[in-house]
Nanobody, 118 residues
Framework: QVQLVESGGGLVQPGGSLRLSCAASGISFSISTMGWYRQAPGKQRELVAVITSDSGTNYADSAKGRFTISRDNAKKIVYLEMNSLRPEDTAVYYC????????????WGQGTQVTVSS
């Protein structure tokens, strides 16, 4: 059974930091490209950051210099370290896993709410 379980969201003041975690099970984590996406109310889901199986990374322009994605293959966890948070970062953050194993696979977590407000 595939599970992606996000944690670490919450309420933080502007300029603050949060670290999101996504614990994976039931997938081939080591060969997966793992990503963090977010969806704000009334907006489409958008990419925040991705990390490939060989730890290559890519970030949305809005995340560059503030967010860091990393992975621990032994623990099957992907992290998103978020610093200098802004109100516009408020959204539900989703974890995604993509890999090819006989066919293309893509799985999503249930999301964790991040609210940046004073």
């Amino acid at each position: 059974q595939v599970q992606l379980v996000e944690s670490g969201g919450g309420l933080v003041q502007p300029g603050g930091s949060l670290r999101l975690s996504c614990a994976a099970s039931g997938i081939s984590f080591s060969i997966s490209t793992m990503g963090w996406y977010r969806q704000a109310p009334g907006k489409q889901r958008e990419l925040v950051a991705v990390i490939t199986s060989d730890s290559g990374t890519n970030y949305a322009d809005s995340a560059k210099g503030r967010f860091t994605i990393s992975r621990d293959n032994a623990k099957k966890i992907v992290y998103l370290e978020m610093n200098s948070l802004r109100p516009e970062d408020t959204a539900v953050y989703y974890c995604n896993a993509q890999y090819w194993q006989s066919w293309s696979r893509s799985y999503w977590g249930q999301g964790t709410q991040v609210t940046v407000s004073s």
